[in-house]
């Protein structure tokens, strides 16, 4: 599958990856800010070369974006949680977009099973997130039910495909 607009397809991925351009997205997810030069060190090759594959990476949408990972507990984000979002079908797209664009949302899935909406955020306390609650998900016409699971503690989070 590939993602378009957003969306995922079936459509035969454009870019085909060879081992070269793993290793090259492997590094990035470790460190990307490693510089051209350190990378086409390691990978062995020349750096023009390097910055090539990745521009044609970021051309074909492979590369999507580069991005910083911050600790939520440093900035005082103190609560995590997973929401499971039943919606109306007819409302599911413009239930979607109003999520999406909310500023404690981190990551928004329609999903098959029980629930429509899967959708992480973030929040400063317990009143932020009952705000979130109470202002945005329970008072959203189309909104059927909505289940809640706060984080205790986190394992493991990855940013990127392992390939």
Do not use: C, W
Request: aromatic share 6%.
């Amino acid at each position: 599958m590939t993602v378009e607009n957003g969306r995922e397809s079936d459509h035969m991925p454009k870019m085909k990856l060879n081992e070269t351009d793993k290793r090259i997205i492997e590094i990035l997810l470790e460190n990307a800010r490693i510089s051209y030069t350190d990378l086409a060190k390691e990978i062995g090759l020349s750096r023009v070369a390097v910055q090539s594959r990745i521009q044609a990476m970021i051309e074909d949408g492979v590369i999507e974006r580069f991005t910083a990972v911050v600790n939520p507990i440093k900035v005082g984000i103190q609560v995590s949680a997973f929401f499971n979002v039943d919606v109306e079908p007819k409302y599911l797209n413009e239930i979607a977009e109003k999520l999406a664009i909310h500023p404690a949302v981190t990551s928004l899935y329609h999903m098959t099973g029980p629930s429509t909406l899967h959708m992480h955020g973030v929040f400063k306390n317990m009143k932020e997130m009952e705000e979130f609650l109470l202002e945005t998900l329970y008072s959203t016409k189309g909104i059927m039910r909505v289940d809640t699971q706060m984080l205790l503690k986190r394992y493991k989070s990855r940013m990127g495909l392992k390939l």
